[in-house]
């Protein structure tokens, strides 16, 4: 997908599929037309769940992945070890270790759902 127009024909594949939910891959195309996205699910009563919490913000049900901030500072620390003559090559590979969990509820009423206590109580953040 380049642009916005399959995603209305790819959510009438999904309402036919009877889908009670809908996992959004971070993807620039995603979020470029994220507010198409967000009006095709929430016509089609679908909760969106996400990777980075820049969709909840903006209108998704939720989203679960790495902390960006977490990740930038820890880059941050790579390049301070290069620039103090450490190998690229010499450094370890990382993988996130601090992750979110944002939930939206003004999203979760508009759907009609109800979120659990024990999710909203396990929530980074809960708008």
Known sequence: MRTAEPFGPAFSDVSRAQ????YVVEDPIFFAHRMTLFTLASKARLA???EL???PEQGALMSYGPDLHDLFYRAATYVDNILKGAKPADLPVEQPTKFELVINLKTAKA??????????MRADQVI
């Open 111 to 120: 759907l009609g759902l109800t979120i659990p206590h024990t999710l909203l």
């Open 19 to 22: 889908a009670q939910a809908l």
């Open 48 to 50: 969106s769940i996400h």
């Open 53 to 55: 919490r820049r969709f």
